[in-house]
């Protein structure tokens, strides 16, 4: 077991029999990609990522005092039962580190401001938003825990259900993973990246949804082909390398390399799809021809937009606030016949998650 964030049940020197903690936590979008892991969630390289705004989870955790431990899940109302093998594995894995899971029965209810099958994954926004909710309760347990303290251990624990859940739990730019770019980088967790140029303060991200299907290869399964892959050991080179540029990027605000360096890391995400054994492919016809409608608009105006890729077919658009105007008429005039029903999401780079309510008795 990791020694980090152990606590004892003697820690906790307030007891509660029931109460609810309502937390909102945002989705993320990497700039440098992490693809490849160790166990219990060790990333086999450093990422970074912007947190967002508006695609974002909310999580009602509702807590009875109980002999044993025991929880029920819904999405959006809906009883989820799909969802309570992955949420039972969470809850094994983070038992002791926060030993009072095993004294309370859970209800989690949860709804995603994003629509449900967007093809937008929830993972990041959610187990950020019910690691929030724990480590909360811990602290109203152990009212010692500071409240710096209580981000941490959330992103320690939003991590072991997710990796990339470990940056949502801050605002703005979030790294993860050992680097060179801040001597408190940690692959335990998330830590927010300082040093931010202005122009990225409140940097646009435009969701065109290509694909709202379920993805056909899940992150975890991508994950594990990294560790018999052929490139492996260039691609973790080569994302360290990305992570180091990137940082002087975003304190300098140089976008052209901002640009060059969020499309290479998108590429090589999926050339690692497409190369790995057995080979796959996530994104669709549409995909590619946003990325080229992007390319040539790049090549006859001045505005600086990047598309990047998550581990599917929906395109994010990246650029400056001042060139909204444009991107948006972009988006209206070539590319939104590229989006199914013609959907897409503007979010903007927001100021990571929030405590909504909170009761005890
Ligand atoms: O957090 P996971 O295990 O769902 O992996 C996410 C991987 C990518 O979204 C493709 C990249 C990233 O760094 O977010």
């Known amino acids: 077991m990791e020694h980090y964030f152990t606590s004892n049940l003697e820690d906790y020197n307030h007891s509660f029999e029931s109460g609810t903690i309502r937390y909102e936590s945002p989705s993320n979008i990497a700039l440098v990609k992490y693809w490849g892991k160790h166990p219990v969630q060790i990333p086999a390289n450093p ?43 969470f809850f094994e894995l983070i038992m002791d580190y926060l030993p009072f899971i095993r004294t309370f029965y859970f209800e989690i209810e949860t709804s995603n401001t994003f629509p449900h099958s967007s093809g937008i994954a929830s993972s990041a926004s959610g187990l950020s938003a019910l690691a929030l909710c724990l480590c909360r309760l811990e602290q109203k347990l152990n009212p ?28 703005g730019i979030v790294a993860w993973g050992q680097s060179e770019i801040q001597s408190d980088c940690s692959n335990y967790w998330g830590t927010s990246v300082d040093n931010i140029h202005p122009v990225f303060h409140n940097y646009q991200d435009t969701i065109l949804l290509v694909d709202k299907g379920k993805k056909e290869v899940s992150s975890s399964v991508g994950h594990g082909m990294m560790n018999q892959h052929p490139y492996a050991t260039a691609r973790f080179k080569q ?33 690692m799809m497409m190369t790995s054994r057995p080979y796959f492919m996530l994104f669709k016809p ?56 013609g959907q897409y999401i503007c979010d903007n780079i927001g100021n990571g998650p929030m405590l909504l309510n909170e009761a005890y008795a």
């Open 47 to 89: 990422s970074i990522s912007f947190t967002l705004d508006k695609c974002k989870t909310t999580t009602s955790l509702t807590f009875y005092k109980r002999k044993q431990f025991g929880f029920c899940i819904t999405v959006d109302g809906q009883n989820k039962a799909s969802f309570e093998p992955k949420i039972t594995v």
């Open 239 to 271: 994302a360290n390398a990305n992570i180091l540029a990137l940082k002087t990027v975003i304190e300098e605000g140089d976008l052209n390399s901002f640009v060059e360096i969020v499309e290479t890391e998108a590429l090589a995400l999926h050339a």
């Open 144 to 171: 010692k825990i500071t409240n710096q303290e209580l981000q941490k251990k959330a992103s320690f624990i939003a991590r072991l259900g997710s990796g990339s859940a470990c940056r949502s739990i801050y605002g």
């Open 286 to 341: 549409n995909t590619v021809e946003i990325i080229h409608s992007v390319w040539q608009f790049r090549k006859r105006s001045n505005v600086n937009l990047a598309v990047t890729l998550d581990a599917g077919a929906n395109v994010h658009l990246l650029y400056p606030a001042s060139q909204k105007e444009d991107v948006l008429n972009l988006i209206n005039t070539e590319l939104i016949g590229f989006c199914e029903n």
